[in-house]
């Protein structure tokens, strides 16, 4: 089963939020937190995944897991 992923990363304008493998972005917001949040909660409504968020020049700022399925997951440092 494929893993639901949700990518928050700098747009044009503001940032975008957007699921793994999508052309476009689903929404673009003016700050980051604000995508975040939607981004998270797209993630708990659609059964959870991973939110992974880029910095401001591109590389890998944070991950989180979002609702896992996984009973034991390891845990969690850095939130």
């Known amino acids: 089963m494929a893993k639901n992923n949700y990518w928050v990363s700098p747009a044009d304008v503001g940032w975008k939020a957007k699921p793994e493998g999508a052309v476009r972005a689903t929404r673009i917001f003016e700050t980051q937190k604000q995508a975040e949040d ?10 959870g995944g991973e939110l992974i968020t ?20 390891p845990r969690d440092r850095e939130n």
Request: with cysteine; proline share 7%; net charge positive.
């Open 38 to 47: 939607y981004a998270r909660e797209v993630l708990k409504n659609n059964g």
């Open 54 to 73: 880029q910095g401001i020049h591109g590389p890998i700022r944070s991950k989180d897991t979002i609702n896992s399925v996984d009973y034991c997951p």
